[in-house]
């Protein structure tokens, strides 16, 4: 929503963060706009004209049903009416999404009708998904403009990976992430299902994983079987993770004997890396895996099977006089060869069974065999590596979501730059493209599409678009309209903003509330999981819960303050602009601080809401200044520095992201 | 949301209207407040104590679960834990709801624990709602206040009609209404679910009834299945109604031989009453019915079914002779006495099936037997008669939420007032309760939850709560608290304002409109109705559609106005609240029209963004005066009653409700 600021801001100014045209996410290739426009109307029907498909007729069929909803039209594709949309798919493709497979599509729209034509049902989709970004609001109706697109992607992979062990993730969650997923072309969904804080899947092996390590909270048999039916039909793999032989506390609490320690285990309440760890002396670790995987392979269709790998602490493997026995018979020099050992033994299972392991940097060993796949989080040279030794590649690093960053950082990772520079064209083929992680320490299915959403249309975009796709603010306008877009894909980035400032006001009127909201950045997991205070028995219910990672009104005022302090005189819409802002904050505090009283969850604010108000009356003292044309005084110039600078400090987990307009006039 | 205008109201101001304890609706029967609170953290966890019971297990796990949302605390049901909340059910009471049973409850909450006992699961389903309205945020987090409630429901039929006829309603908008439903203590589902405009049950007897009746867009028996077992398990009956033997024309698309015309039938594109009616003359059209019903009876349970009987044409009877000589065999006099017997013979066939026949007042006849119930949708006179002929009956008649009337409106309405006043008490107990009717002709999926919700709530108090508990102000404040409670089960009557104002204003910032939004009231049937310009195929997009039947802020600034006019001295807090908000409409028109440039949804609208300006301006101006003790001159009283007269004329089917607060200060 970030109302309150918004609304401080003149639409001549902001209409063009919105006027971009199109404003599409991924850019395409090409885009050639035309003359004209198709209008849309209860008469609008598509149809398939190629073969008959019946996943595509669905898939075309869920689109002229969220285009209604985006419009408000109803379109009940009325007998007689012709078609308005044409898709021509030359084949159906593969029956499930492959990597690699021809995603390319061409898209033309006249004033008549508009028109797809892609080789493979996975290029149509996708083709669906620019058309339904393509619709505004003209000025007799909705419509879509004349255009001419041809399009393909630029990475084959290009991931979401959703953690929902560490926090819950209810069903209706993870598909209304698929849909949004498939709204930016994203094509695989990477499923952490496993880890210390639960075990996700039901087991009808090993019962006792879902049963003792889940509180109950898994996905049944049939529910995965759903979601990976639900994907496949949005053009989008499903990739299972269960990650070995750390991070395997919650299969410990059912399997005690699977420990090198023989417990008893409970469920990790706490976040960070454990010491409880499989253990690789024994033969029986590797037939329950087997028997494991027997299942689990046959649940997952996607050739591709995540192992983990990650962070394994070696503490009891070293402590244990049957692991180093085992290891010194085997010729295991130290923990990382015990798990390249471990590993092997699964690579093989797995190989046996037509999978393809993938895994985190850390399965990387001389000893691995070239075919499997090794997922960067630790940095682009990692990767880069990898790909020189002639393994394939998915780049992590600097796609973590979690951390909070800006769109803008994410936009200008690229997994072909960097340490990827050095390497030959062959080598680059390696690299298969990239995959943001959504770790849920802290999220929960209310908080995890903000976290997502927008950001993931940019790296969505990165690995999709062109290299030379890079404008950052083409890409902060585009991405603003299809935040606004994905909503109508069911995804919940901002429709939970408000219950949530609803929940922390206890029921009273949230403004005040929402304007120090709007003007302020939660952070990510790397400033909250300082001390180690968190549990997952914590209600994550506050502020920092509920803000956004990056404000949309304060980066608007940003740009106003520049061009305002640049040239004060032609830039009366932006003054005009930050007046509003400024006032709104600098009058916001004393409302603030009564909805306080007596509130616990809003007391830690109290500071920030201060600071607010101070930035707002600096602001104000800043513009009258500028106005006249009486720059500040050097001392009004350090002492609002020194402010900023205390400001910047984080409080309550959370960034004064409003010190940013002021920053930019002090300049 | 009604963001910008709570904003400009003071705290100190509207507390008032958030601080009622408890806010509970509909109120119970007796409420005894303690000393002390029960807090709320992630121990939390209940448990049934009686007698196993799998369905109120459920319910008690959807409790916590929604528990868990409201407060955003993980409720994970740890081991070891001491279950805070203890539900003791006398017996589990029937499979399936049943009219009559006893629904009576008490809640204990000490600092120590709640405690529910309840007769039947009725009951306790009861008690797990009320407790939910509970919770409040105090001063160390989320809690319940210590209290002992005893409770039981006034009348045992309390009903919301849904006609998923004329627009259809996707399952997981009647899914989410059963839930507001059972969060207020309704009790029966009345599922209108054929009429001219669509028919929406899958039969399997007569399939062209669904594959031609309903653009596609029909429930499946299954689902059909799935809606009772929903509707079951939260305490509410499923009461289907297919409207006989007019409001049929979708009927006819599929079976014209069921007409008294030979067709061929369209499915009706317009609202209003048709001519096209079944013909019971033929012997083939009892035949059809008995086997379509032989097939309906069995997939609803409820002994109650509905036949309609509403609003038939009696045009098409009296000009065919085929009808007037079957009438003249059976000695039928008029179209009444035709429709009686049809009745009368659609009545033996579900009484052979266990069924006992509801219809609505038309149904109504010295020949039919005194088993039916009747549902009186055209006064309390209608009720009151049939009550005093033996005819059990239920009251519609000032329920219609479709109208669009306020909730005092409502709640003014009593079954057992007006003209029942005159019935003995045998006579009384005729009336069952009572039934709000959501018609379909202005409301879609997205925007039908704003129109049933928050209202709904309150005639589920009338119909719930002791009849001395009338007080209006009450009401509304206790509304206000639990309509927010409400968006915790899913309903979407808040939530769909953002994003309905987001599109109106294509994607830019909608403050403005925002504004204008909130300070206005939509019209209902009544007045859209005229000129009969509606279709089913045009789009309910525009600002009516979004702006809610009552505009919540509004009603605090008449009050604050009204506060303030009457002693100006002594309401600083409502002058500057008033203040604010008159502000804010002042200043709101430059950006409203810069938003309606070109915007062809907006265009009707810049005529009452002009009159709120000016209502500010007029508003500022008495402000300034009164606060100097200086009343408004006579012509300035007269001129602005002139105004306002003339902006009371509704315009784009709106109110301008924002004429309430001036009126108020001009007094």
């Known amino acids: 929503m970030e109302g309150m600021l918004r609304f401080a801001l003149s639409f001549a100014l902001l209409s063009t963060a919105f006027a971009a045209t199109p404003a599409l996410m991924p850019l395409p290739a090409t885009v050639r706009p035309a003359a004209g426009k198709l209008n849309l109307d209860a008469t609008f029907k598509a149809a398939l004209v190629s073969a008959p498909d019946a996943r595509l007729d669905a898939a075309i069929g869920r689109f002229v049903v969220r285009l209604s909803r985006q419009t408000g ?95 819950w993730m209810p069903l209706e969650v993870v598909k209304r992430n698929l849909d949004a997923m498939a709204a930016v072309k994203l094509n695989v969904f990477h499923w952490h299902l496993s880890d210390d804080q639960g075990f996700r899947v039901e087991s009808k092996r090993f019962p006792k994983l879902q049963q003792e390590g889940s509180d109950g909270l898994f996905y049944t048999q049939d529910e995965i079987r759903g979601v990976i039916a639900y994907a496949r039909d949005r053009g989008i793999r499903v990739v ?30 706490k976040w960070g890396i454990f010491e409880n760890v499989l253990d690789p002396s024994r033969e029986e670790t590797y037939a329950f895996l087997d028997a494991f995987f027997e299942e689990m392979t ?178 902060y306008s585009r991405m603003t309209a299809v935040s606004r877009v994905l909503e109508w894909t069911g995804v919940q980035h901002r429709a939970n903003y408000a219950p949530m400032l609803e929940r922390l006001a206890g029921g009273r009127p949230t403004e005040p509330l929402r304007v120090l909201a709007d003007a302020v950045e939660a952070l990510g997991i790397g400033p909250r999981a300082i001390g180690n205070r968190y549990t997952s028995l914590m209600a994550l219910n506050r502020l920092v819960d509920a803000a956004r990672p990056e404000s949309e009104s304060v980066r608007a005022l940003e740009l106003a303050a520049s061009k305002f302090a640049a040239d004060p005189k032609a830039s009366a819409a932006e003054a005009a602009a930050l007046r509003r802002a400024f006032s709104l904050w600098a009058a916001n505090d004393a409302r603030f601080q009564e909805l306080a009283v007596e509130n616990p969850l809003l007391e830690e604010l109290k500071p920030l809401s201060r600071d607010l108000a101070a930035l707002g009356t600096a602001g104000l003292t800043l513009l009258d200044g500028l106005e006249k044309g009486q720059p500040p005084t050097a001392a009004f110039i350090a002492e609002q520095t020194r402010e900023i600078a205390r400001m910047e400090k984080p409080a309550a987990e959370l960034n004064l992201a409003a010190t940013r307009p002021i920053k930019a006039l002090l300049k």
């Open 73 to 167: 039209i109803p379109m009940l594709g009325l007998k007689g009416a012709a078609p308005k949309l044409r898709v021509d798919c030359g084949a159906a493709g593969n029956d499930y999404p492959t990597l690699g497979e021809n995603e390319s599509y061409t898209l033309d729209v006249t004033p008549e009708s508009a028109s797809i034509k892609a080789p493979t049902r996975a290029g149509a989709l996708h083709a669906l998904e620019t058309l339904g970004q393509l619709v505004t609001l003209g000025k007799e109706g909705f419509e879509i403009p004349a255009i001419h697109i041809e399009d393909k992607p630029r990475f084959p992979w290009r991931g979401l990976m959703m953690d929902s062990a560490r926090h």
């Open 298 to 475: 046959a649940l997952f269709p996607d050739p591709f099977f995540h192992i983990g790998g990650d962070e394994v602490e070696d503490k009891q493997w070293t402590a244990s006089p049957r692991v180093q026995a085992f290891a010194k018979k085997n010729n295991l020099k130290d923990a990382h060869a015990i798990q390249a050992y471990f590993n092997q033994r699964v690579q093989k299972m797995l190989t046996a069974r037509g999978k393809i392991v993938v895994g985190w940097d850390e399965v990387l060993h001389p000893d691995m065999p070239k075919n499997i796949v090794v997922q960067s989080w630790r940095g682009q040279k990692a990767l880069a590596d990898a790909a020189a030794q002639g393994y394939r590649g998915i780049l992590s690093y600097g796609f973590y979501l979690d951390h909070m960053n800006p769109a803008a950082f994410h936009y200008n990772v690229d997994p072909l730059s960097a340490d990827a520079d050095r390497l030959g064209p062959a080598e680059k083929s390696n690299i298969l493209g990239g995959e943001m992680c959504m770790w849920a320490e802290y999220v929960t299915a209310e908080t995890v599409d903000s976290r997502i959403w927008p950001r993931a249309a940019v790296i969505a975009e990165r690995l999709w678009s062109p290299a030379g796709t890079r404008d950052v603010n083409s890409m």
């Open 240 to 269: 299972p993770e269960f990650d070995i032989p750390g991070h395997t506390q919650a299969w410990l609490v059912g399997y005690p004997e699977l420990g090198v320690n023989p417990g008893p285990y409970e469920i990790s309440r």
